[in-house]
Every structure is written in C-alpha cells, then in structure tokens.
C-alpha cells in the first residue's frame, strides 16, 4: 500500500516517501519543520552595521563575528533596502555596495551632506545640505539631484524618510520640532513640540512611531524618546555622561540604539518598546545602520555536507569538519583517522 497516495498526513509544503509498509514526510526546501507541519524559513536576520573614523564593520546582535568590510573615511551610513545595498557618504561622494564590501560603486559626487535618508519605494535618496540649508534628493537610478525642501534654517540636524506615507520628517534642534513633510502635497505639518533639542531620529512605519534622541545640556546627557505619529511623547531610555552621539536604527523586529562613546548598542523590541538586550563594541563607532543578511546556512547549499557553515554579516564561510578536508566547497575523508 502507498500511504502517500491514501492516508499519509503530510503538510502541503512536506514530501511524502513511501516505504515499506510505512511511509514519511520530509519539509520541502526552503521549509522546517516535523513534516506534518512545515512553516517556510525567511532566513534573513538582522546584521548591524556600523561605521569607525576609519571603516564599515558589521556585526550580529550576539556581537559576535565583528567583520571588516570595508576600510573608508565615512561621514553618514544608511541602507537601500530595495537593492540590499548599504550606501555611504564619504565627505565627497555618495557609493554604493554590497553587504560583503564588494562592488563599490560611486552614484553621484556631492558636498556638504549633513545626514541623508532613503526612499526605498522611489529608489531616491534625501539629505539635509548644510551647504544651502535646504533638503535634496538624489535618485538612486539615474544619480539626478533635485531640490526638496527650501530654507530649513540651521536647526534641522536629522531626517528620516516614511516611504509607505509619501513622507519625511525631520529633527529640529534648536526648539525641539518634529516635523512631517508630506512628499506628495508639499505640505508639512509640527507632530511634536516641546522646547526640547532633537538630534537624531528614526521612523518605524509598522507601528507609526518616531525614535529621536534629545540632548539634555544641562547635564551633557541624552534621551532616547518615543513620538507616535499622533503627537503622544514618552521616554524610552536615559544615557547620562559624555557621550559623543547616540544614534538610531530599526531592525525587522527589534531596533537599535548606539552610544558611540561607550561603543554600547542596546537592542529594544519594536512591539513592546522594551530592552532585549545590551552589547559593546571592542571600537568606537560613529555611524549605525541595520540590514537584513541573508543567512547563508539556513538556506543550506552553500557548504559541503562535511563542513559546518558559519554565517557573517554580508558573507559566510565553510570549515571542514573534523576527520575531512579539502577547500570546503568539498571535503574528503582524511585517510586513517577513525570518525566516533
């Protein structure tokens, strides 16, 4: 009897394999599982990446693995999500490349560019000129500048792009602001006013919230604080003491906040807005992005069967396993040793 042609309770992303006098189930690629219940792997994880004085290094959230992947002088960080790409600004130039620090490709040559965001969607980045005291644009497509915003004044220090609003909002330091901008009416609209002096920020969409930090100069401390799209404020986090900058960034389900002078990353939940967990850097870093790595070993394929795969940020590496060895895309038995 083929219990897989009558009876077999296979899961319809499972395989069913007859045998004798019995029969069993096995996850479809890309799927895991027991085989009655297969749910698809995503195999993408959070990597973070950030940036020295003097290099761009990625690093899991186990700040384990802490990679190299590019030696540059870099200004501003931020990634493309539509070409899985990290973009960065280097005084002179905006460049593109890969997460393994390859292809490193200049899109446009431009000054002056205090901080810049991207515009997954419309594929276009927007920065703050601290040139002309205006927002810009440049598409990613064809490197075509164009002006955005005029007259900002001296006191926006941050932006941050809300692709799925056709919006932009900004940080104003100087009396506390935090401003939208809508893209599509040319409108802008004060979602939080406090007197308050908002550095840097972040937008998470998903849950129409806005992370920003505040400086608090009276003490020389920062805030980490939580606008929701409607106006209501609270505080997340509290750094006091020196630090150079405390910087942004929203993962897949977690985001993160780094204090550069501490080389201190604290990781909180985007659904409960709670601390998960707190790691430090062996370097300083100024510059803070996230990005989601494809994990090389979860796809499986990528090592012989007799290595063990590593997974890197942007990258991946094979090892053979004891008794074999070989360049790692194959391994062979080393003759004599004995395998328990």
């Known amino acids: 009897v083929n219990e897989c042609e009558t009876e077999a309770p296979c899961h319809v992303n499972a395989t069913c394999t007859n045998v ?11 799927y895991s599982g027991n085989g009655l219940f297969c749910e698809e792997l995503t195999c993408k994880v959070d990597a973070i990446y950030y940036a020295t004085s003097s290099a761009i290094k990625g690093v899991f959230s186990d700040a384990n693995s802490t990679v190299t992947v590019l030696s540059a002088s870099v200004v501003n960080l931020n990634y493309d999500y539509s070409s899985e790409r990290l973009l960065y600004y280097d005084g002179s130039n905006l460049i593109s490349l890969k997460l393994d620090g390859s292809d490193a490709t200049t899109i446009v040559a431009v000054s002056a560019i ?40 001296d006191d926006v220090k941050d932006l941050d792009t809300d692709p799925s609003n056709s919006s932009l909002v900004f940080a104003a330091a100087d009396n506390g602001d935090i401003v939208r901008y809508f893209l ?25 919230a806005i992370y920003w930090i505040d400086y608090i100069l009276a003490n020389d401390s920062y805030s980490l604080m939580q606008t929701h799209f409607n106006g209501s404020t609270s505080q997340v986090n509290y750094y006091p003491g020196t630090t150079s900058s405390v910087k942004i960034a929203i993962g897949e389900d977690d985001f993160y906040v780094m204090d550069s002078t501490r080389g201190r990353i604290d990781r909180f939940d985007r659904s409960t807005v709670s601390l998960q967990h707190t790691f430090y850097l062996s370097d300083t870093p100024i510059e803070l992005t996230v990005v989601e790595d494809l994990d090389e070993c979860c796809v499986g394929g990528y090592c012989h ?12 590496y094979c090892t053979c396993k004891m008794g074999f060895m070989g360049n790692s895309t194959h391994c062979e038995g080393i003759h004599g040793f004995a395998i328990s």
């Open 114 to 153: 205090l901080r810049f965001a991207v515009d997954y969607i419309t594929r276009k980045v927007y920065y703050i000129s601290d040139l002309f005291k205006k927002i810009k644009s440049i598409d990613l497509n064809t490197g075509t500048e164009s002006d955005v915003v005029e007259n900002i004044g």
């Open 305 to 316: 069967d007799n290595a063990t795969c590593t997974n890197m940020p942007g990258n991946y």
């Open 20 to 30: 004798e006098g019995s029969y069993y189930c096995a996850c479809k690629a890309n």
């Open 184 to 208: 599509d009416k040319g409108t802008q609209e004060v979602i939080y006013h406090n007197n308050r002096s908002a550095l840097y920020l972040t937008v998470d969409s998903k849950y129409e």
